[in-house]
């Protein structure tokens, strides 16, 4: 290494015999860079870093769009993702394959002359320029995905889009040329199908979907656009997969419906499919993801859209001085000769016509001064004017947060526990700039127990699957005292539990510590409010927890009577004659009714439940009963061995006794007789409470009690 | 004939016994059953044996038990364990009867030892626990022990001059050597019958050792008596005999006892009967007997040296409050006095600390002088 580094230094030396560059001759090789080939360049600063990245970026840039589309056009979004693997027959060692991503929604489509600019130019949107909540805010997203696809296979992005019901289809395919940041058009036709028929016969699943009319049907997509980029990437599930962002996007956004049709092929391990096969005929109806022949569907929860959100001027209080520069410029040049008083109130929130001339005032101009004439050490003045002055908070109509409800509803069909709180906070600002933090947890059913719990974490209802531990929300989870809801956490960690907690930022500006919006940054405000929002939540779920304790509790006395009651039916049998199974029935039915708390939550209907948790705070509490039984009943239930009447006692092992226990015996409880966890019915009973979550108006942000 | 008669009386009371101690288990069974069947909650109630529920019978002259109850409930994280116990036992006692057997306490916990169906917990943890059970339904059924076919291990001595028959046995008391008879748990007529008795009194004294001292120099033989020890608190079979001998055979009965809380807790058992065994007292109390020493005084009468003296600890001098508070001793000039006694002196004297005297001071001066001079507390 010192080796090297000695020959890297004395090399210099040697070619010290050339001239040395001169100004002039450096001159003649600067030249401008375009953002295109910068970002070609370094294109891990947009998540290209590595094969399996670029798959999943390409993926959720163009996903991210279709969702921002629909809503601004009011359409429920109803989004198919389809990923081809292109070599299938490649050897298994191979790092990367090439594929072609296609996504297709039924947005409001794009006028073939935008087609270009949207797709073939970096930084070119509408999103940029403004303060409003969207998914994208930089305009990078889809045309880097589409260089990218260029840059690794030379193939063009091909797209089809119908701006208008029943007109044709625009056929384009381009490509970006990285020196003039400008798309290429090498294909441009009109045609008739959209969505594009190909699709529907791609593998045995997608036919079986179409057919039942759950997959691109042709009247469920008046307009809309289909994007394919063909790129070198890595399919493969687990942590950050395409799978996880499609299922937690699903999770933030429940009033879209995904269909996610994964290669045919996956790259190296092949793990078992997490989400248990439902019955085909259920998959195009059900309310919970469900996976039929390899087609992943994530159905809608809600049938709402999210509230339509306004765009905002800024906030005094939320620009720099370099800024505020700029903007005096920018409306020199819009409105010739308009005044610094005009300016303040027009470009600006929350700044009234009194508090502009007051602001005029305390930097020595008058209210008539043009805001072409203001120096810069005036507008520096301005500036500190600003810092000082109060002023209301900016206007917070410009969020749309999820909803407590919504929350729930998507919790419930991506995650598998018996117990969601969700809660949604009121907005609050940083640096001048609105925002609101919603958190929402699952507990049990069947996440794993003894890991620490999984953060799920949103900005702009997109997930955010890198840099965890860099982010704020990390931290605040991090920061709240979980033991304080019968939670194990280890000092400075995680809780650790079947646990799941989400945590979604909506804000017009999301302050991300990088460009490829991986992590929040961290402000104080904004930790703040998440911690708030995570106790809240914490609350209900301890109250819960506590609740299912004096269940178990209860359950134990139970056992303690069960066991002795076979005995004492006995003795008296010994001494009295009289009948000892009526005896150890009738007792058997007292111990029920007096232990009766430990069966509330194992009823069938799950109605006592109702009645029992209404006592709680359960706003924004869901719980499914059903997905209780397993775990409180392995606690509770006494295997009652079959009471042997001769005399001598089975001698049954406790789990012996409970496979035992079938439901004609007179000792066996309802509850053991259960069917496996994830039988028809609890699938049922999932579409039931999904269902339940889904009803309602949609200005129910209180999360009114679901159950 | 007369003989035969008798027993084939105590043959047919024994059996009445035993078809109403059957009887009372079967009505508690029957409760139970239908408490059950009816919906609702089975319990057995069970006196309650505390000084809480004791009652001074100040006519009677003993301690007895009072209305106190508890109930014991199987619907009860508490007791459902000796709930069911309690069910288990009763059980157990009806074979007993059933096959005309009786059982050690030891015995009964083997009895109803096994491990609960569909468990792997046992009926019993320990002996104590079935005891305690035991001792409970006594007082629930209201039967004596012996009627439950239970009985206690035998811990007490007899000598004198009496003639009795011990299941069928004939049993000379003279003729005990240095061991002595020892007396059963049970006592009652059908186990042991006085054939014969030439003593004038009793002298029970408190532990075997002073008790040896007592046989060696023939006591008994020279002043016509019968002696007896109970090791140091009397079980039940001794008290029940002491009380046999007092009542059937009119000997007042005598109590050599150490000067200490524990000896005059110990007379006031025999006398008054004893708060745990209050249900007993009108078959095991003694109102008659005499406290015969060792008094307080007897440190200066007898002329003892330092070297006897048993400094009272913490523990005594609060004993000795109690036992003064005690109400059949409350208004007692006598044993006021002595209790004032014994803390005034500040230490404890025992039996055998007469024997710094002489060998055979205490057989041959101090109690026959007493007797004599009838210096006793009542």
Known sequence: MAAKEAVAMAEPKKKSVAPRADAESMAARQRDISVSEFFAKNRHLLGFDNPRKAMLTTVKEAVDNSLDACEEAGILPEIAVIVEDLEPGRPATAKSSRYRVTIIDNGPGIVRKQVENIFGRLLYGSKFHRLKMSRGQQGIGISAAGMYGLITTGRPMTIFTKPKAGQPTHHIELAMNTKTNRAEVNFDKEVKEFPPKRFRDLTPGTRALAEQGGFLTESEFPTGTSVSIELDGKYQRGRGSVDEFLELTAIANPHARFVFVPPSRVTEDEEPDVLAAAEAGAAAKATVTTETNGVIVYPRGVQELPPETKEIQPHPKGIELGILLQMLKDYELAEKGGTLYNFLQERFCRVSASTASSMCDAIGVSSRAKAGDIEPPQAEKLYKVFQESKLAPPPTDCLAPIGVRQMLAGMLKGVRAEFYAASSREAEVYRGRPFQIEAAIAFGGELPGDETARVIRFANRVPLLFQQSACSSFKAVVETAWKNYNLSQPRGTLPVGPLVIMIHMASVWVPFTSESKEAIADYDEIRKEMKLALMECGRKLGTYLRKRQKMRREGERRDVFERYIGEIAKAINAITGDDPKAIYEALLKQAKSRTAVADQLLDEDGKVVKEDLAETDDEGVLIIPDAIAPAVAAATSTPLAPLDLDGKAKAASKRGARKAAEPKAAAAPKRAAKPEPESAARTELRARAAKAAGRGKAGGEDGARLF | ?378
């Open chain 2, 1 to 378: 004939m007369a003989k035969q008669k008798t027993a084939a009386a105590t043959a047919s009371s024994k059996k009445d016994r035993d078809a109403a101690t059957e009887k009372k288990i079967v009505v508690l069974a029957t409760d139970v059953a239908k408490r059950s069947l009816g919906g609702r909650e089975p319990i057995v109630r069970v006196p309650t044996r505390a000084k809480s529920n004791t009652i001074w019978n100040k006519k009677k002259g003993i301690l007895q038990m009072g209305d106190g109850a508890q109930e014991r409930q199987l619907f009860n994280l508490g007791q459902a364990k000796s709930f069911m116990q309690t069910m288990l036992h009763s059980s157990s006692i009806k074979d007993l009867i059933g096959a005309e057997k009786t059982l050690s306490l030891r015995g009964m916990f083997y009895k109803g030892l096994h491990t609960v169906a569909g468990t792997k917990e046992k009926t019993f943890a320990d002996q104590d626990e079935s005891d305690g059970i035991l001792e409970d339904l006594e007082v629930s059924l209201g039967a004596l022990r012996e009627e439950l076919h239970i009985f206690a291990k035998k811990a007490g001595t007899m000598v004198g001059n009496i003639t009795i028959i011990d299941s069928g046995d004939e049993i000379d008391c003279r003729r005990m050597g240095s061991g002595g008879y020892a007396i059963p748990s049970i006592v009652e007529p059908d186990v042991i019958k006085f054939k014969k008795c030439d003593a004038k009194f009793v002298l029970h004294v408190e532990k075997n050792t002073v008790w040896s001292r007592f046989n060696e120099d023939r006591f008994w033989e020279k002043h016509n008596c019968i002696l007896t020890e109970g090791g140091g608190q009397p079980p039940r079979g001794v008290r029940r005999l002491l009380r046999r001998l007092n009542e059937e055979l009119g000997l007042p009965v005598y109590c050599l006892l150490d000067c200490d809380p524990w000896g005059h807790y110990i007379y006031s058992v025999i006398k008054q009967g004893s708060i745990s065994l209050a249900f007993e007292s009108e078959r095991l109390a003694i109102p008659e007997a005499k406290y015969l020493g060792i008094r307080a005084s007897d440190y200066r009468a007898c002329g003892l040296t330092d070297d006897v003296q048993i400094a009272l600890n913490d523990t005594d001098i609060k004993r000795a409050r109690e036992i003064a508070a005690y109400p059949w001793f409350e208004g007692h000039k006598g044993w006021q006095r002595e209790i004032e006694g014994l803390l005034n002196n500040g230490f404890k004297m025992e039996v055998e600390s007469l024997i710094t005297k002489d060998i055979s001071y205490v057989t041959e001066t101090y109690v026959p002088e007493r007797l004599k001079k009838k210096d006793w507390l009542d």
